[in-house]
């Protein structure tokens, strides 16, 4: 068929979703490797049946909920495009605050060293390497899939290797690491909040999303806990949370021996990260 015609059909077969003709050109471009522009020029030019066929399927896969990101394996995330895949939660536009402000308290620091706790896809990990080159990053994960994943993303776009850590939390980091800052995004959604969420969140591994316990923050109350171990005096502790955890955060923070623990607010104007400097007394 023409790519005109397969055009047509993917339109049509994508119509339950919000653009569908959106979707159809992403999948037409993933598929033929055809830009926009190349797809209105090419219009009359002959599919072969196979390219065609790949195309529905995929139109079939996101009408099951599979996310766009997942059918791509790409992801845009602080001006680098990443790697992604059914292993990694899809980085979201919500984690560039908590990278920002990583960045921005790191800058004073000479020759730092970062720990991305639950690094998933890598995202947070690989962008402040980006940023910040002479930094040593060493990135954690339990899946060992993601941990690929990630060493995977970094590699790419650092040109270095993080250091790896495969297990639950700081389990597995030497016990002698400190660092200057430790940047998380831990899994923290509440049980019931998880039934709610959209077809397309779930398709993302359950591991990455759900944190435990009926206000989602067993997570967060050890990564609070156990960071003092790993963490320099007057070190930061940055963690992405819902804005409804916020409070708690801050509370569990002040416990633990953080000071100047503030919220930050995404773009959305909704609180997202808490962070604050390591003190203890
Ligand atoms: N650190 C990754 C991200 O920010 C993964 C987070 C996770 O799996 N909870 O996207």
New binding site residues.
């Given amino acids: 068929m023409t790519l005109k015609r397969l055009k047509g059909e993917l339109i049509s077969a994508l119509t339950g979703l919000e653009l569908p003709d959106l979707e159809a050109r992403l999948i037409i471009r993933h598929v033929l490797s055809l830009n926009d522009a190349e797809q209105i020029i090419r219009a009359n030019e002959e599919i072969p049946d196979e390219y065609a066929a790949r195309c529905l399927d995929l139109a079939g896969k996101r009408l099951k909920g599979t996310p766009m990101s997942y059918i791509t394996g790409k992801k845009e995330?602080y001006g680098l495009e990443f790697d992604v895949n059914e292993n990694?939660?899809?980085?979201?536009p919500e984690?560039e605050i908590?990278v920002f402000e990583a960045i921005s308290y790191l800058k004073g620091i000479a020759n730092p060293a970062v720990l991305?706790l639950?690094?998933?896809?890598?995202?947070?990990a690989a962008s402040i390497k980006k940023n910040i080159p002479e930094a040593e990053v060493c990135i954690s994960?339990i899946s060992e899939e993601?941990l690929k994943t990630a060493e995977g993303n970094f590699k790419r776009l650092t040109g270095k290797s993080p250091k790896a850590f495969l297990g639950d939390l700081f389990s597995p980091v030497e016990s002698n690491l400190l660092f200057d800052a430790i940047c998380?995004?831990?899994?923290?959604i509440a049980e019931k909040w998880y039934e709610k969420l959209e077809k397309e969140v779930k398709k993302e591994?359950q591991n990455?999303?759900i944190g435990g316990g009926a206000d989602g923050l067993d997570i967060i109350k050890r990564i609070i806990s156990e960071a003092g171990r790993h963490i320099k005096r007057g070190g930061l502790l940055i963690i992405?949370a819902d804005y409804r955890q916020i409070s708690k955060i801050k509370v569990l923070m002040e416990q633990k021996g953080f000071e100047d623990v503030s919220a930050v607010k995404d773009l959305s104007g909704k609180e997202r990260c808490v962070k604050g400097i390591f003190q203890p007394s």
């Avoid at 990694?88 to 979201?92: C, D, H, K, N, S």
């Avoid at 639950?118 to 947070?124: D, N, P």
């Avoid at 998380?184 to 923290?188: E, F, G, Q, S, V």
């Fill in positions: 995330f990694v939660l899809i980085p979201r984690t908590l991305d639950c690094t998933g896809s890598g995202c947070i994960d993601a998380t995004n831990p899994p923290y591994p990455a999303l992405e």
